[in-house]
């Protein structure tokens, strides 16, 4: 039972354009939440988090907007470079849940055409 | 400040063999965590640390065991290897139970 899912495994998008990933959760003890982005053949890289009382968190070209109600969070890049291409996860951690661990969802290819 | 770094990068191991993760931090971090990504999935946890001397189970412990005997180092056994855990290991740390910062990964192969 999947309790974060990522429901594109791929998405594409032009240089300079908005890129949109979408994660949807299913636990309501879920208390924060980040983006992890990842190389092939690296290490995931932290990008971006949020706290459940937040709606947004901005970061240069990331923005992270998360909907309680909805249990949806959504991570917005724009605009788009080349460079962004890689497998983006997301993470959420649960309120008083095991020292931290976060469930992660299973990705989503990004790749940014010039 | 190397952050965290594994080793080894790669290994090839044959049923029933056992070998051991390094996974070592330098930024004083109290909280490490192991994990494994198969192709098409997420990052599960196998065992995590919220301290020197803790450990813990994640959510896919089976056949493997963990010790943190120092603050900066978490190492991940597999004392009888199984083809079901080929996989890419990577080692993550935090200094509170929030953000994880991880390391380049291990490839491992057990044929």
């Known amino acids: 039972d999947q309790q974060v899912k990522q429901n594109s495994p791929s998405l594409s998008v032009q240089e300079g354009r908005i890129s949109i990933l979408n994660c949807d959760y299913t636990n309501s003890m879920f208390d924060y939440f980040l983006w992890y982005k990842k190389y092939p053949a690296e290490g995931p890289t932290f990008l971006i988090s949020?706290?459940?009382?937040?709606d947004k968190n901005e970061d240069g070209r990331f923005t992270v907007f998360l909907n309680k109600s909805a249990k949806h969070l959504s991570l917005h890049i724009v605009p788009s470079q080349p460079g962004d291409s890689a497998v983006y996860f997301c993470a959420a951690r649960a309120y008083g849940g095991s020292q931290g661990n976060l469930i992660f969802g299973k990705g989503t290819k990004l790749s940014v055409k010039p | 400040n190397a952050g965290v770094t594994q080793t080894p990068k790669f290994r090839v191991l044959k049923t029933g063999q056992s070998m051991t993760l390094l996974c070592a931090q330098d930024?004083?971090?109290?909280?490490m965590y192991w994990y494994r990504q198969d192709p098409g999935m997420g990052l599960r946890l196998i065992h995590y640390?919220?301290?020197?001397?803790?450990?813990a189970k994640g959510e896919v412990p089976d056949g493997y065991n963990v010790s943190r005997l120092k603050k900066q180092n978490f190492l991940l056994g597999l004392e009888s290897a199984a083809p079901s855990q080929t996989s890419v290991y990577f080692c993550?740390?935090?200094?509170?139970?929030?953000?994880?910062?991880f390391g380049p990964g291990t490839r491992l192969t057990v044929l």
């Open positions: 949020i706290s459940s009382i937040k």
């Open positions: 930024m004083n971090h109290e909280y």
């Open positions: 640390s919220v301290g020197e001397g803790t450990t």
């Open positions: 993550a740390s935090s200094i509170q139970p929030r953000t994880q910062y």
